[in-house]
């Protein structure tokens, strides 16, 4: 299934100025094609230009709703405190394969999920496995902000305590600030956290739903389109949080902007009718795709 040209793709820089390149060409210009195209079944993969760990993999995930079909035999490593952009054009399969890795897919009835995704060598859909502690090492960000109509302390405050986390009223003070601190939101709330967190702004309301997920110390997070309910400069305090939080997370993150898939991401999936065309580090993909639909959808003729 892996189709790996190494020498291809260590050929791409992998420069800043590449990502700034990148972000100029998307949807603009024709991205520079180092290679003839392919059309071929299988994915392509360009290998990182980084060493990286990976912690989380899936192995020819399949998803069905009922009898459709909505995901073919996906396998993707995702990089270990990097952010992986999962882009391609609505209904894709984007969300269904970011649900499977929190096992969100199993609230759906009639949704039945194939194949294996491991975190930490560990299968994730192993039956003795508790999806609730699963969970809090996956946490999830979803595209509109959901905060939980209670005070902004109770909002982080929730997780840690139905995980058992803080002994004590000053641990949970102590996860509560350092959670809204890496979510950059702190001194936004420090003198407010007995309001309501459905009264903040829709910029603060999804800074207080990723310190939420933050609170129970999870590995990876998972982003839905995080952005899309928020203005251009609540976007940018969110994109630069993701930025930040990478070094402590592994991200994923599904964006219909690739934009925004060129600034945040380090990796980026291609998906087109539920089946993952490409794979490879951001610059690759936005500016040297090597499978015709990538270059299709990066300059804007499919999607
Ligand atoms: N709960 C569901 N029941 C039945 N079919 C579903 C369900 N959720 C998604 N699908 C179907 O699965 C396919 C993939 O949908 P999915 O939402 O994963 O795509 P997407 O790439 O995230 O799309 P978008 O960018 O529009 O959010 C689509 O054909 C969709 O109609």
């Known amino acids: 299934m892996t189709s790996s040209h190494p020498s291809d793709a260590q050929a791409v820089s992998a420069s800043s100025s590449a990502r700034d390149a990148a972000l100029h060409d998307v949807g603009a210009t024709k991205p520079v094609l180092a290679n003839p195209l392919t059309e071929k079944d299988e994915t392509v993969r360009s290998p990182d230009l980084e060493t990286r760990e990976y912690r989380l993999q899936a192995r020819d995930v399949c998803v069905f709703y009922g009898e459709k079909q909505a995901l ?23 969300t269904t394969f970011l649900r499977c890795i929190n096992r969100m897919n199993d609230t759906i009835e009639g949704c039945r ?9 560990e299968d994730i859909y192993d039956p003795s496995l508790d999806v609730v502690e699963l969970r809090s090492r996956v946490g999830m960000v979803f595209q509109k902000p959901n905060p939980f109509p209670k ?41 407010r956290l007995r ?33 899309s309910a928020l203005d251009p400069i609540a976007t940018a305090v969110i994109e630069e949080l993701i930025d930040e939080l990478r070094a402590h997370y592994t991200i994923i993150i599904v964006t219909h902007s690739m934009q925004q898939a060129a600034r945040v991401s380090q990796k980026t999936a291609f998906f087109h009718l539920g089946k993952l065309i490409e794979e490879g580090p951001t610059e690759v993909i936005m500016q040297t795709p090597r499978h015709k639909k990538t270059q299709d959808y990066i300059t804007g003729r499919i999607g």
């Not at 073919?72 to 984007?94: H, R, Y």
């Not at 309301?205 to 389109?225: F, G, K, T, Y």
């Open 72 to 94: 073919f035999d996906v396998s993707l490593d995702v990089p270990e405190k990097a952010v992986t952009s999962l882009i391609g054009p609505s209904g894709c399969g984007k």
């Open 195 to 227: 309001e309501s967190g459905t009264g903040l702004s829709g910029g603060q309301q999804q800074r207080l739903c990723i310190a939420r997920a933050i609170a129970v110390s999870p590995e990876v997070i998972l982003m839905d389109e995080p952005c």
């Open 113 to 121: 999920v194939t194949g294996k995704i491991t975190l930490d060598g």
């Open 151 to 191: 005070s902004i302390y109770e909002n982080v405050a929730y997780g840690p305590r139905i995980h058992g986390l803080a002994r004590s009223r000053t641990e949970m003070d102590e996860i509560v600030e350092a959670s809204l601190k890496r979510a950059g939101l702190w001194s936004e709330v420090k003198d």
